[in-house]
């Protein structure tokens, strides 16, 4: 029997069980799916900049109008609300002109698969909440060690690069006290870069270890790790009566983009015999490339390697993973509960291996994007937007008005506005200004960040239908208002020229 869509309020104390999805609801689902996925359609079509422009204090204004304590309004005018509250003024990352962070178009295939994990509700913790989900999970964990080059290796689905790195440095800290009978938490020294993410120092605060255990080892000049200076910053940590915990080397700068020479690393690492984790979470899409696998060359030595799907293999968030060249590894954090995950229980619960309990099956995307696409369908989109870089790198290079800062082997372009007579203060103080002024008007996102002390702007390329003459026409934008900036010195002059 077909439940028709009210849009009037349930009466008091009667439950809604008419807005559940079941059998008795699924005409009414899908008249509310295809409503929404008409409405966001729409968008797509329509929308012709990256964000609405509206200002901060109009979207406030917005969300506290809301009356979340009121009566409910049905879903048709819920879903109603969604979309012009949320997707009018949503960040477009599909948009040419949006090249700020590390947030990548989606593929269509892994958007649908979205719908399908939202429905049915799985939870991969344990086999029987998932079942074959269990099964589709581990075998994208196994063709992901595959890829690294882990032949026995194991691992499993998470949150994002920061739950990674967060897990592999738990599992690193628990082989390490393991393998040094007497050692505390207080003795260990996590080796990184100050290129690496912001999540090791972190991870490193959630897991107690001292104030001081992350010991930064110096970098060349694209910001990669040296292998003479770990092997100089492993000695002073023996040196010091302490314990070399792991080395985390970074596969994808966030900035630059750049790769740590992964092989002479790990030939480091196994000479000190110390655990060598890779933060791939960046550079994970040269797994499936057709012209620059080479740049991982090394990173089946590794221990653990993070890797983000949702950064380079065009997912929604989130799809991450962490992947350990020995699947035993893994159960250094196990632990059982009766009522969950009994000891001695012989069906394959991921539970067993994960941080998270209640788990969305996020390996659902993928596993409609491998198919769909195909890893090499995958690899080539991949390549596509590093070819994008290389040839806007050339184009930044040639423009007498900007200023490239270093290459990358990814996707990241970092550039200031200087042309000759500008002075570095101001140049410096432009930076900041350009980049307001350009999300304000919602036309162009760029991100801002420092390079060798020195701020400056700079472009992440993760959509492989961006062209050239897209890119430039973010330039241009970024030169409309830099100019203004100088000339009229004052923000209104710059939102001015950028609006033209």
């Avoid at 005018?77 to 009018?88: G, N, P, S």
């Avoid at 948009?95 to 399908?116: G, K, M, Q, R, S």
């Avoid at 937007?385 to 290389?390: E, G, H, P, R």
């Avoid at 036309?443 to 961006?466: E, H, S």
């Amino acid at each position: 029997m077909r439940v028709p869509q009210r849009d009037v309020p349930a009466a008091g104390g009667v439950p809604r069980v008419h807005e559940l999805l079941s059998a008795a609801t699924a005409d009414a689902y899908v008249d509310a799916m295809r409503g929404t996925v008409d409405r966001v359609a729409a968008r797509f079509r329509t929308t012709t900049q990256p964000f609405s422009g509206a200002s901060r204090e109009h979207l406030q204004a917005l969300v506290d109008a809301v009356d979340l304590d009121g009566p409910g309004r049905g879903t048709a005018a819920a879903l109603r609300e969604v979309d012009e509250l949320f997707a009018q003024h949503a960040v477009w990352f599909h948009d040419p002109a949006y090249t700020a962070h590390l947030n990548c178009p989606v593929a269509v295939p892994a958007v649908a698969a979205e719908a399908v994990i939202a429905a049915v509700n799985a939870s991969v913790d344990t086999y029987d909440q998932s079942t074959v989900g269990t099964l589709m999970e581990r075998r994208l964990v196994a063709w992901t060690a595959g890829r690294i080059g882990f032949l026995a290796g194991g691992g499993i689905f998470t949150s994002g690069g920061t739950q990674s790195n967060l897990q592999a440095l738990l599992l690193a800290r628990e082989h390490a006290l393991a393998s040094a009978p007497g050692a505390a938490g207080r003795d260990l020294v996590v080796l990184a870069t100050a290129s690496s993410h912001f999540s090791v120092q972190q991870s490193a605060r959630l897991l107690g270890l001292a104030p001081d255990a992350v010991r930064l080892v110096p970098v060349d000049e694209q910001g990669r790790m040296r292998p003479d200076a770990l092997a100089i910053a492993l000695r002073h940590v023996e040196e010091d009566a302490r314990l070399p915990m792991v080395v985390v080397a970074t596969a994808g700068t966030t900035d630059r983009g750049c790769v740590d020479p992964l092989a002479a690393i790990a030939d480091t690492c196994d000479a000190a015999d110390v655990w060598l984790h890779v933060d791939a979470a960046y550079g994970c899409g040269l797994l499936v490339s057709r012209t620059r696998r080479h740049l991982l060359d090394g990173v089946e030595r590794a221990r653990s390697v993070t890797v983000d799907f949702h950064k380079a293999f065009f997912q929604p968030v989130s799809s991450s993973a962490l992947v350990v060249r020995h699947a035993a590894d893994l159960r250094l954090v196990a632990h059982h509960a009766d009522y969950l995950n009994p000891a001695g229980e012989q069906e394959p619960n991921q539970v067993d291996v994960s941080l998270q309990t209640t788990r969305r099956f996020d390996a659902l995307k993928l596993w409609a994007t491998l198919r769909a696409l195909g890893a090499d369908g995958i690899g080539d989109m991949v390549d596509a937007t590093i070819d994008l870089a290389a040839a806007v790198h050339r184009v930044v290079g040639a423009d007498p008005d900007l200023r490239l800062l270093s290459p990358t082997d990814l996707s990241t372009v970092m550039f200031r506005y200087q042309p000759d007579g500008l002075d570095d203060a101001r140049a410096d103080a432009l930076v900041a200004q350009v980049r307001r002024v350009l999300f304000d008007s919602g036309r162009a996102l760029v991100a801002r960040t420092t390079v060798d002390g020195r701020p400056c702007l700079k472009l992440t390329l993760l959509n492989p239908a961006t062209t050239v003459a897209d890119v430039r026409r973010v330039l241009e934008l970024v030169r409309q208002a830099a100019a203004a900036l100088v000339e009229g010195g004052d923000l209104l002059a710059a939102d001015a020229a950028v609006a033209r």
